[in-house]
């Protein structure tokens, strides 16, 4: 059976509400920021992928690397827009082991998903996907 990184979200989701302690309007309004650029940072890049006719289902043979768009900023968007809804519903809901959980979706995603993906595609892409991998990172900044 495979796993679906939207699990892991779900998980995080639900640990955030179960333990929440509203945090006030600041908070909030901080949270529903980061949920709607998570959310519209991963409807962008699922778009810029299938415009691109590759999937962007996990565990599957990409097509096409995708480097345009929001891929320019970081090799996983859609994971990075994960983590950015997870701390967000952390924040709305004043939950402080929903944002501890961040860290570890992110430690669960890396090593569950993106290292195989960036695997595939260097023996899919070889040079090209080396050279994309040195010029942008693998969710933002120096990460």
Known sequence: MREWPPLWVALGLLIAWFFAD??????????LTLIAA????MLTA????????????????ADVLVTRGP??????????????ILAGASLV????????????FVFIINSRFIFDEEAR??????TDFETYREETPRWIGPF
Request: zero cysteines; proline letters at 6%.
């Open 93 to 104: 809901w004043g939950s402080l082991l929903g944002l501890l959980f961040v860290p570890v």
């Open 46 to 61: 699922v778009v810029t992928m299938l415009r691109a006719r590759t999937t962007p289902v996990p565990h599957r043979e």
């Open 121 to 126: 595609l260097a023996a899919r892409f070889g």
């Open 22 to 31: 509203a945090w006030g309007a600041f908070a909030t309004s901080i949270g």
């Open 71 to 84: 891929f320019r900023l970081s090799r996983n968007p859609i994971y990075l827009g994960d983590a950015l």
């Open 38 to 41: 998570g959310a519209g940072l």
